[in-house]
């Protein structure tokens, strides 16, 4: 039987006490946690203690952020760095990736289950980058034995990202979707994948890519929505030395890294006019040109993109250009979202369970039927952090209706009336009254995903009254 991994270190800095403590209950089941309140005592733990993982507040009194993550990553540059901000200014996210070496940004108000899993993918970044250290070491003895580890990672990559990775059942919509892009997948087509938020965009696009010819070359992923134009185009063209400010070194694009291979450009539909056009003339002329530098750089990538929005529609409106719709929408699929199938939810809840730790667990005949019923406006990825809350939460093999987010079973028609009598463990009144309030307004936050004005406008506040209570409840607002 394989020995359960040692979990690894994890640094979280933050000045305020109660975002520190918030996140140290979070990450504490799953990791080691050593907290600091500044980054100069950030640095006196990292100087004591071996650490893996480092997530640091931005804005802080003395050094930021950036500067203490820059400064870990000249002392301990294996140390995967992460950064939490309410804050996007394009500079400090660009002085963040350049200088710090930065592995994610991540924005505040952050989602217990969604900050939990990052982490988990920060700690594989880790082990990955032991390993390659380890293989670099075993190419200078045995590069046979090295070619044959990387062919065999490459087949369990593509076992792991085929069309079986889409859960379906046997009358599933998802089928005729995923038996058509099958038949198109080892043709040269550019693909378009529509759909909600959650459905699966990106699980289509790689089996696409390892079902194709182009399995052994690279798949790289970008989400366009989430950067400004200068970074965006930086990030997929590549830049070089001064080109902006940040730019202290010459960088490869994610075009050239994905040359040969497959580029998976998300949020599509959420690019600018301007940066639509040197996309466009990218795609055209199969070369890219990194900032600042004077020459282009031949490519060779299938492009598939994804968007959440009616691209037609925004074509007719002038807000995407025609060309570049028809040049990236060679064939069109559009993923439909759980409400239309929701003959896949025990199936897509029996694989979770099959991959968690404790597999013998399942849930309550009302608890399923509770799932089944609700209209799941997050899709795939809402009811993966519902079976993800219910499986930390629950402590006995039986998982019921009570382990569910509250909006989860009222939105459904289901009560609570399987909920264990509540245990106040000798709080005072402003103690239970703040969890409940803090119940009320993760709840808002999840139904109306991150949006302050629209929480706001529900609960009855104002946008600063919201603010100071996110801050004062500890709920990723600092």
């Known amino acids: 039987m394989m020995k359960p991994r040692t979990p690894l270190t994890v640094l979280v ?14 990450l504490e089941e799953d990791f080691t946690v050593f907290t600091a309140l500044s980054a100069e005592e950030g640095e006196v733990i990292m100087g004591r203690e071996f650490v ?13 952020g950036v500067e203490f993550l820059r400064r870990v990553r000249t002392q301990w540059p294996d140390t995967v760095r992460l950064i939490l901000s309410g804050y996007t200014e394009a500079e400090d996210i660009i002085s963040g990736i350049n200088d710090a070496g930065i592995w994610q940004y991540l924005l505040k108000p952050w989602h217990p289950d969604q900050l939990l899993l990052t982490l988990k993918s920060a700690a594989e970044v880790w082990r990955l980058q032991q ?13 046979e034995q090295l070619v044959q580890r990387v062919a065999s990672r490459r087949s369990r990559v593509r076992a792991q990202s085929g069309f079986d990775r889409l859960t379906r059942a046997a009358d599933s919509p998802l089928n005729s979707v995923c038996d058509l892009a099958q038949k198109i997948a080892g043709h040269e ?16 696009a790689r089996a696409i890519h390892y079902t194709s010819e182009r399995a052994d070359r690279p798949f790289v992923v970008e989400n366009c929505g989430a ?54 003339r990218a795609l055209q002329e199969g070369e890219v040109r990194p900032v600042g530098s004077p020459r282009s750089v031949p490519v060779d990538v299938r492009i598939i993109a994804a968007t959440n929005r009616n691209l037609e529609a925004d074509v007719a409106t002038g807000r995407f250009r025609q060309d570049l719709y028809y040049r990236i929408a060679g064939i069109t699929f559009t993923m439909p979202s759980l409400r239309e199938r929701p003959q896949d939810i025990p199936l897509i809840i029996a694989s979770m369970f099959k991959e968690s730790a404790l597999a013998r667990r399942k849930l309550s005949d009302e608890a399923m039927k509770c799932l089944i019923a609700h209209s ?97 409840l500890g709920l990723g607002e600092s």
């Open 13 to 26: 800095v933050d000045d305020e006490q109660r975002s520190l403590e918030t996140l140290r209950r979070t």
């Open 52 to 64: 893996h993982i480092v997530l640091s507040d931005q804005r802080m009194p003395g050094m930021s």
């Open 131 to 143: 390993d390659n250290q380890r293989l670099s070491l075993e190419l200078r003895d045995s590069p």
């Open 189 to 204: 087509l550019s693909v378009l994948v529509t759909g909600e938020s959650g459905t699966g965009k990106e699980l289509l």
């Open 227 to 280: 950067l400004p134009d200068t970074l965006l185009e930086a990030e997929l063209f590549g830049h070089k030395r001064g080109a902006f400010t940040g730019a202290h070194e010459d960088r490869i694009g994610l075009f050239q890294q994905a040359d040969g291979g497959t580029l998976f450009l998300d949020e599509i539909g959420d690019t600018s006019a301007a940066f639509q056009v040197k996309l466009l």
């Open 376 to 472: 799941w406006p997050g899709n795939v990825r809402e009811l993966q952090n519902e079976i993800l809350r219910a499986l930390a939460l629950g402590e006995g093999d039986l998982l019921g209706i009570e382990l569910f987010s509250p909006g989860i079973s009222q939105s459904s028609g289901y009560t609570n009336r399987e909920a264990a009598p509540f245990d106040p463990d000798g709080a005072t009144l402003k103690e239970l009254l703040d969890r409940v309030e803090a119940q009320v307004i993760d709840a808002a936050l999840r139904r109306h995903r991150g949006n302050k004005t629209r929480v706001a406008e529900e609960l009855g506040l104002t946008r600063v009254g919201l603010r100071m209570k996110l801050a004062r």
